[in-house]
């Protein structure tokens, strides 16, 4: 009696281990299914599962990846992350472009008042150019005739000739610089205007669903009052 209660105290302590052990199904390499209470070390990086006592999954271990998976897994990521944070820039953008202009006119009047600035701009550079060469002249003029009349011609005329000539290839630059800042400002609203459109017709459409939604619904109320 003794030893019969023993036994059974045994397999019930043997039980209690294997159960808190925990059991676990992997599959070889020639495709045959093993269960155990501890994976073989050689098919810990492999795809195994654990099982409860009633054999039902209750945790999957997948494969390990290969350097190449872990990189390839690695730019999706990074591809995902660059994805949101333009979609999150594009919205802000949306938002601002929505909240700064109401109408497509106030658009293009932005954009005209933006232009006439820079106009502006190139008017003034326009009259320095001109001044300017007007000055590159007259030096340049005054040193052949001081160099014809056969005298030395003064060091400071030749400074003043390289500094106007300075100014004048500096104010082109300036002007140059107008003229990219115009182009840039045309594509800039240009573009503001073919968004704000996009905008504008997908709020359209969101009315006009919902205004049909509400009437289908006041059509159902009705029709379930007569009935």
Request: no cysteine.
């Amino acid at each position: 009696m003794r030893s019969s209660s023993l036994l059974i105290f045994m397999m019930s302590a043997l039980f209690v281990a294997s159960a808190q052990a925990g059991l676990y199904r992997w599959i070889d390499e020639n495709g045959a299914v093993h269960y155990g209470d501890k994976v073989p070390a050689k098919y810990l990086k492999q795809e195994h599962e654990e099982l409860n006592e009633q054999g039902t999954t209750v945790k999957k271990h997948d494969r390990a990846m290969t350097a190449d998976e872990r990189a390839e897994k690695k730019k999706q990521e990074a591809q995902r992350k660059r994805l949101e944070n333009e979609k999150r820039a594009q919205a802000l953008r949306d938002r601002v472009l929505t909240d700064t202009y109401t109408t497509e006119r106030d658009l293009v009047a932005a954009k005209d008042a933006r232009l006439d600035a820079i106009d502006s701009q190139l008017q003034l550079s326009e009259d320095i150019i001109k001044s300017s060469k007007v000055k590159v002249k007259k030096t340049a003029l005054l040193i052949e005739n001081i160099k014809k009349s056969g005298k030395m011609v003064p060091e400071s005329t030749y400074v003043k000739l390289e500094r106007e000539k300075l100014q004048l290839a500096t104010q082109k630059g300036v002007q140059q610089g107008h003229q990219i800042k115009r182009e840039e400002v045309i594509e800039q609203f240009d573009g503001y205007v073919e968004r704000f459109r996009e905008l504008m017709s997908e709020k359209q459409r969101k009315r006009e669903a919902y205004a049909r939604r509400k009437a289908e619904r006041a059509a159902r109320e009705l029709s379930s009052v007569d009935e």
